[in-house]
Protein backbone atom coordinates (compact mmCIF):
# COMPACT_ATOMS: atom_id res chain seq x y z
CA UNK A 1 0.00 0.00 0.00
CA UNK A 2 1.12 3.10 -0.72
CA UNK A 3 1.89 5.80 1.60
CA UNK A 4 0.65 9.55 1.06
CA UNK A 5 0.64 12.67 2.85
CA UNK A 6 -1.09 15.40 1.81
CA UNK A 7 -0.32 16.97 5.39
CA UNK A 8 2.61 18.28 7.30
CA UNK A 9 5.21 15.50 7.20
CA UNK A 10 7.78 15.36 10.46
CA UNK A 11 10.63 17.36 8.34
CA UNK A 12 8.69 18.77 5.69
CA UNK A 13 5.70 20.52 5.79
CA UNK A 14 3.89 21.97 2.82
CA UNK A 15 4.57 25.46 3.22
CA UNK A 16 8.64 24.30 4.10
CA UNK A 17 8.41 22.47 0.10
CA UNK A 18 6.69 25.15 -1.17
CA UNK A 19 9.18 27.65 -0.19
CA UNK A 20 12.10 25.40 -1.39
CA UNK A 21 10.36 24.57 -4.74
CA UNK A 22 10.04 28.47 -5.10
CA UNK A 23 13.67 28.06 -5.77
CA UNK A 24 13.48 26.47 -8.62
CA UNK A 25 10.18 27.23 -10.94
CA UNK A 26 7.81 30.03 -10.61
CA UNK A 27 5.72 30.81 -8.15
CA UNK A 28 2.33 30.06 -10.00
CA UNK A 29 3.17 26.97 -10.78
CA UNK A 30 4.34 25.48 -7.59
CA UNK A 31 1.25 23.11 -6.48
CA UNK A 32 -1.54 24.55 -4.15
CA UNK A 33 -1.25 20.85 -2.28
CA UNK A 34 1.91 18.96 -2.61
CA UNK A 35 1.88 15.32 -2.99
CA UNK A 36 4.08 13.38 -0.83
CA UNK A 37 5.04 10.22 -1.93
CA UNK A 38 7.22 7.64 1.00
CA UNK A 39 6.45 4.07 -1.14
CA UNK A 40 7.23 3.58 -4.68
CA UNK A 41 6.13 0.02 -5.35
CA UNK A 42 3.22 1.52 -7.99
CA UNK A 43 5.93 3.99 -10.17
CA UNK A 44 3.16 4.90 -12.13
CA UNK A 45 1.61 6.93 -9.47
CA UNK A 46 5.06 8.54 -9.12
CA UNK A 47 4.45 11.73 -10.98
CA UNK A 48 4.84 15.60 -11.97
CA UNK A 49 5.04 17.64 -9.04
CA UNK A 50 4.93 15.39 -6.53
CA UNK A 51 8.07 14.75 -4.12
CA UNK A 52 9.23 11.72 -3.40
CA UNK A 53 10.57 11.63 0.37
CA UNK A 54 13.37 8.84 0.61
CA UNK A 55 15.42 8.57 3.68
CA UNK A 56 14.31 12.40 4.77
CA UNK A 57 15.17 13.42 1.32
CA UNK A 58 12.78 15.23 -0.66
CA UNK A 59 13.04 15.04 -4.37
CA UNK A 60 10.56 17.36 -6.43
CA UNK A 61 9.62 14.88 -9.85
CA UNK A 62 9.93 16.37 -12.62
CA UNK A 63 9.49 13.98 -15.55
CA UNK A 64 10.51 10.48 -16.85
CA UNK A 65 13.10 9.46 -18.82
CA UNK A 66 13.17 7.82 -21.83
CA UNK A 67 15.42 5.88 -23.98
CA UNK A 68 15.51 3.38 -27.65
CA UNK A 69 16.27 -0.06 -27.54
CA UNK A 70 15.67 -3.19 -29.81
CA UNK A 71 15.48 -0.96 -33.05
CA UNK A 72 12.65 1.33 -31.00
CA UNK A 73 13.61 4.81 -30.37
CA UNK A 74 12.02 6.59 -27.05
CA UNK A 75 10.44 4.35 -25.54
CA UNK A 76 9.41 5.97 -22.08
CA UNK A 77 10.77 4.61 -18.42
CA UNK A 78 8.27 5.24 -16.33
CA UNK A 79 10.07 3.77 -13.18
CA UNK A 80 13.32 6.50 -13.61
CA UNK A 81 12.44 9.51 -12.59
CA UNK A 82 14.17 13.03 -13.16
CA UNK A 83 13.46 15.23 -9.89
CA UNK A 84 15.57 17.90 -8.57
CA UNK A 85 16.97 17.31 -4.94
CA UNK A 86 15.19 19.95 -3.14
CA UNK A 87 17.84 20.09 -0.16
CA UNK A 88 20.69 21.25 -2.55
CA UNK A 89 19.05 21.88 -6.35
CA UNK A 90 20.99 18.98 -7.62
CA UNK A 91 18.92 17.02 -11.07
CA UNK A 92 19.49 13.56 -9.75
CA UNK A 93 17.76 10.64 -11.83
CA UNK A 94 15.70 8.64 -9.08
CA UNK A 95 15.64 4.47 -10.40
CA UNK A 96 12.66 2.63 -8.94
CA UNK A 97 12.40 -1.48 -9.24
CA UNK A 98 10.92 -2.24 -12.02
CA UNK A 99 11.41 -6.20 -12.85
CA UNK A 100 11.69 -7.54 -16.49
CA UNK A 101 13.36 -10.88 -17.66
CA UNK A 102 14.27 -11.53 -21.43
CA UNK A 103 16.43 -13.85 -23.26
CA UNK A 104 18.52 -12.82 -25.97
CA UNK A 105 20.58 -15.22 -28.53
CA UNK A 106 24.12 -14.47 -29.52
CA UNK A 107 25.45 -17.13 -31.94
CA UNK A 108 24.74 -20.39 -30.34
CA UNK A 109 25.04 -18.96 -26.76
CA UNK A 110 21.72 -17.76 -25.10
CA UNK A 111 21.84 -15.43 -21.81
CA UNK A 112 18.68 -15.00 -19.86
CA UNK A 113 18.66 -11.65 -18.02
CA UNK A 114 16.80 -9.44 -15.91
CA UNK A 115 16.57 -6.27 -14.03
CA UNK A 116 18.42 -6.32 -10.31
CA UNK A 117 18.38 -3.30 -8.25
CA UNK A 118 20.79 -5.00 -5.82
CA UNK A 119 23.45 -5.53 -8.71
CA UNK A 120 22.94 -1.92 -9.43
CA UNK A 121 23.06 -0.81 -5.88
CA UNK A 122 26.38 -2.83 -5.35
CA UNK A 123 28.11 -1.77 -7.90
CA UNK A 124 27.15 1.83 -7.41
CA UNK A 125 29.02 1.58 -4.33
CA UNK A 126 31.94 -0.77 -6.26
CA UNK A 127 32.73 2.24 -9.17
CA UNK A 128 32.48 5.13 -6.30
CA UNK A 129 34.26 8.06 -7.36
CA UNK A 130 35.34 6.04 -10.89
CA UNK A 131 35.64 9.00 -13.38
CA UNK A 132 34.48 6.50 -16.21
CA UNK A 133 30.88 5.20 -14.65
CA UNK A 134 27.62 7.70 -13.17
CA UNK A 135 27.89 7.88 -9.71
CA UNK A 136 24.90 7.76 -6.75
CA UNK A 137 23.47 5.79 -4.16
CA UNK A 138 20.95 3.25 -2.75
CA UNK A 139 18.16 4.32 -1.12
CA UNK A 140 15.06 2.28 0.76
CA UNK A 141 12.01 3.77 0.34
CA UNK A 142 9.07 3.35 3.47
CA UNK A 143 8.24 -0.42 2.07
CA UNK A 144 11.70 -1.02 1.28
CA UNK A 145 12.11 -1.10 -2.40
CA UNK A 146 15.82 -0.26 -3.15
CA UNK A 147 15.63 2.97 -5.19
CA UNK A 148 18.75 4.30 -6.72
CA UNK A 149 19.50 7.60 -6.64
CA UNK A 150 21.78 8.77 -9.77
CA UNK A 151 23.60 12.37 -10.14
CA UNK A 152 22.64 13.40 -13.43
CA UNK A 153 25.19 13.42 -16.45
CA UNK A 154 24.98 16.44 -18.31
CA UNK A 155 25.65 15.47 -22.09
CA UNK A 156 24.83 13.60 -25.40
CA UNK A 157 25.34 9.95 -25.72
CA UNK A 158 29.14 8.54 -27.37
CA UNK A 159 27.10 7.97 -30.34
CA UNK A 160 25.58 10.97 -30.80
CA UNK A 161 29.31 12.74 -30.65
CA UNK A 162 30.66 10.79 -32.93
CA UNK A 163 28.42 11.30 -35.57
CA UNK A 164 28.47 14.34 -35.73
CA UNK A 165 32.48 14.82 -36.02
CA UNK A 166 32.71 14.59 -40.15
CA UNK A 167 30.91 14.76 -43.06
CA UNK A 168 33.10 11.60 -44.62
CA UNK A 169 34.38 8.40 -43.32
CA UNK A 170 37.31 9.01 -44.46
CA UNK A 171 37.99 12.60 -43.07
CA UNK A 172 36.53 10.76 -39.59
CA UNK A 173 38.15 7.45 -39.70
CA UNK A 174 41.89 9.06 -40.18
CA UNK A 175 41.09 12.14 -38.54
CA UNK A 176 38.86 11.31 -35.82
CA UNK A 177 39.24 7.99 -34.87
CA UNK A 178 42.56 7.87 -33.11
CA UNK A 179 40.86 10.24 -30.46
CA UNK A 180 37.77 8.00 -30.40
CA UNK A 181 39.71 4.91 -30.27
CA UNK A 182 41.67 6.09 -26.95
CA UNK A 183 38.40 7.08 -25.38
CA UNK A 184 37.23 3.84 -25.93
CA UNK A 185 39.89 2.17 -24.77
CA UNK A 186 39.65 3.58 -21.57
CA UNK A 187 36.23 2.79 -21.56
CA UNK A 188 36.97 -0.68 -22.02
CA UNK A 189 39.58 -0.66 -19.21
CA UNK A 190 36.51 1.00 -16.87
CA UNK A 191 34.99 -3.00 -17.99
CA UNK A 192 37.82 -4.46 -17.21
CA UNK A 193 37.67 -2.38 -13.37
CA UNK A 194 34.59 -4.34 -12.95
CA UNK A 195 35.33 -7.35 -14.27
CA UNK A 196 38.42 -7.73 -12.22
CA UNK A 197 36.10 -7.64 -9.14
CA UNK A 198 33.78 -10.23 -10.46
CA UNK A 199 31.24 -7.46 -11.58
CA UNK A 200 29.62 -7.00 -14.89
CA UNK A 201 27.62 -3.82 -16.54
CA UNK A 202 24.98 -6.01 -17.99
CA UNK A 203 24.08 -3.73 -20.85
CA UNK A 204 26.50 -2.97 -22.53
CA UNK A 205 25.40 -0.53 -25.65
CA UNK A 206 26.36 2.83 -26.78
CA UNK A 207 23.45 5.28 -25.72
CA UNK A 208 25.00 3.84 -22.26
CA UNK A 209 27.84 5.69 -22.45
CA UNK A 210 27.03 9.75 -22.08
CA UNK A 211 30.02 12.55 -22.21
CA UNK A 212 29.67 14.18 -18.87
CA UNK A 213 30.63 17.78 -19.92
CA UNK A 214 31.55 19.07 -16.21
CA UNK A 215 34.60 15.97 -15.84
CA UNK A 216 35.41 15.74 -19.12
CA UNK A 217 34.75 12.28 -19.41
CA UNK A 218 33.13 9.27 -20.69
CA UNK A 219 30.96 7.57 -18.36
CA UNK A 220 28.78 4.31 -18.27
CA UNK A 221 25.52 4.24 -17.05
CA UNK A 222 22.91 1.69 -16.06
CA UNK A 223 24.00 -1.14 -14.51
CA UNK A 224 20.82 -2.86 -13.24
CA UNK A 225 20.81 -5.61 -15.93
CA UNK A 226 21.81 -8.29 -14.84
CA UNK A 227 22.53 -12.13 -16.72
CA UNK A 228 22.42 -15.76 -16.14
CA UNK A 229 25.52 -17.30 -17.88
CA UNK A 230 26.70 -20.55 -18.63
CA UNK A 231 30.07 -20.68 -20.57
CA UNK A 232 31.43 -17.46 -20.02
CA UNK A 233 30.31 -14.76 -17.04
CA UNK A 234 31.60 -11.65 -19.35
CA UNK A 235 30.83 -12.87 -22.33
CA UNK A 236 27.33 -10.77 -22.65
CA UNK A 237 29.60 -7.60 -21.94
CA UNK A 238 32.24 -8.41 -24.11
CA UNK A 239 29.53 -8.81 -27.12
CA UNK A 240 28.59 -5.52 -26.16
CA UNK A 241 32.21 -3.66 -26.26
CA UNK A 242 32.23 -5.46 -29.86
CA UNK A 243 29.16 -3.93 -30.90
CA UNK A 244 30.47 -0.57 -30.16
CA UNK A 245 33.60 -1.00 -31.50
CA UNK A 246 32.20 -1.76 -35.03
CA UNK A 247 30.01 1.23 -34.23
CA UNK A 248 33.04 3.39 -33.89
CA UNK A 249 35.08 2.64 -36.91
CA UNK A 250 32.30 2.75 -39.42
CA UNK A 251 31.04 6.32 -37.91
CA UNK A 252 27.52 4.27 -37.42
CA UNK A 253 25.98 1.25 -38.63
CA UNK A 254 26.32 -0.10 -41.78
CA UNK A 255 23.44 -1.49 -42.74
CA UNK A 256 23.31 -4.65 -45.91
CA UNK A 257 19.72 -2.83 -46.16
CA UNK A 258 21.75 0.69 -46.84
CA UNK A 259 24.19 -1.04 -48.80
CA UNK A 260 21.94 -2.58 -51.19
CA UNK A 261 20.04 1.03 -52.01
CA UNK A 262 23.26 2.89 -52.21
CA UNK A 263 26.41 0.63 -52.98
CA UNK A 264 25.14 -2.85 -54.93
CA UNK A 265 28.55 -3.12 -55.75
CA UNK A 266 30.07 -3.37 -51.99
CA UNK A 267 26.75 -5.19 -51.11
CA UNK A 268 27.40 -7.99 -53.49
CA UNK A 269 30.23 -8.89 -52.06
CA UNK A 270 29.15 -9.30 -48.50
CA UNK A 271 28.54 -13.00 -47.07
CA UNK A 272 27.10 -13.82 -44.28
CA UNK A 273 30.44 -14.28 -41.89
CA UNK A 274 31.05 -10.63 -42.76
CA UNK A 275 27.70 -10.04 -40.61
CA UNK A 276 27.87 -8.41 -37.07
CA UNK A 277 26.89 -11.49 -34.40
CA UNK A 278 24.10 -9.45 -32.47
CA UNK A 279 22.50 -7.79 -34.90
CA UNK A 280 22.38 -9.96 -38.08
CA UNK A 281 22.04 -6.57 -40.72
CA UNK A 282 24.73 -4.73 -39.71
CA UNK A 283 28.73 -5.35 -41.59
CA UNK A 284 30.95 -6.51 -38.80
CA UNK A 285 33.88 -6.34 -42.16
CA UNK A 286 34.25 -3.09 -42.62
CA UNK A 287 37.31 -3.78 -44.58
CA UNK A 288 35.15 -4.69 -47.46
CA UNK A 289 33.56 -1.33 -47.37
CA UNK A 290 36.64 1.29 -46.28
CA UNK A 291 39.93 -0.65 -47.61
CA UNK A 292 42.15 1.69 -45.83
CA UNK A 293 40.74 0.41 -42.11
CA UNK A 294 43.97 -1.37 -41.13
CA UNK A 295 44.31 -5.31 -40.90
CA UNK A 296 44.81 -5.08 -37.35
CA UNK A 297 41.51 -3.42 -36.61
CA UNK A 298 39.11 -5.39 -39.41
CA UNK A 299 40.56 -8.56 -37.50
CA UNK A 300 39.59 -7.19 -34.39
CA UNK A 301 35.94 -6.39 -35.68
CA UNK A 302 35.95 -9.79 -36.92
CA UNK A 303 35.99 -11.51 -33.70
CA UNK A 304 32.22 -10.02 -32.98
CA UNK A 305 31.20 -11.62 -37.10
CA UNK A 306 29.06 -14.63 -37.67
CA UNK A 307 32.45 -16.10 -38.98
CA UNK A 308 34.31 -15.39 -35.96
CA UNK A 309 36.00 -18.65 -35.46
CA UNK A 310 36.86 -17.38 -32.08
CA UNK A 311 35.40 -15.16 -29.07
CA UNK A 312 37.29 -13.18 -26.52
CA UNK A 313 36.59 -14.41 -23.13
CA UNK A 314 38.21 -11.72 -21.18
CA UNK A 315 38.30 -7.32 -21.26
CA UNK A 316 42.54 -7.94 -21.46
CA UNK A 317 42.30 -9.83 -24.43
CA UNK A 318 40.49 -7.17 -26.05
CA UNK A 319 42.52 -4.35 -24.56
CA UNK A 320 45.90 -6.03 -26.02
CA UNK A 321 44.47 -6.12 -29.40
CA UNK A 322 42.97 -2.40 -29.15
CA UNK A 323 46.77 -1.61 -28.31
CA UNK A 324 48.22 -3.09 -31.21
CA UNK A 325 45.41 -1.08 -33.13
CA UNK A 326 46.02 2.22 -31.72
CA UNK A 327 49.48 1.48 -33.21
CA UNK A 328 48.67 0.87 -36.10
CA UNK A 329 47.27 4.07 -36.22
CA UNK A 330 50.37 6.18 -34.93
Not at 154 to 168: I, R, W
Request: include cysteine.
Amino acid sequence: MEHVSVVDTEAFTQEKLRELIAHYIEPGRIPKIIKVITDTSDFFRVEFDNVLLLEGNPYFIRNYEREGRFGIDEQPKFWVKRAIDLTDGSMKIIKMVFHEEFRTTIGDLSFDCYRSSKKEARILTVVKNHSNFMQGSAVTDSAGNLVRVIDYIPGKSMADSVLSLAESHEEYFHTHFPSVLDNFIELVHAIKFLHDREEKHGDIRRDHVLWDRQSASYRWIDFDYNYLHKENIYGYDLFGLGNIIIFLAGCGDITVQHLKKYNEQTFNRIVENDLNILFNNRVANLRKIYPYIPYALNSLLLHFSLGAPVFYDETAQLLDDLGEVRSSLS
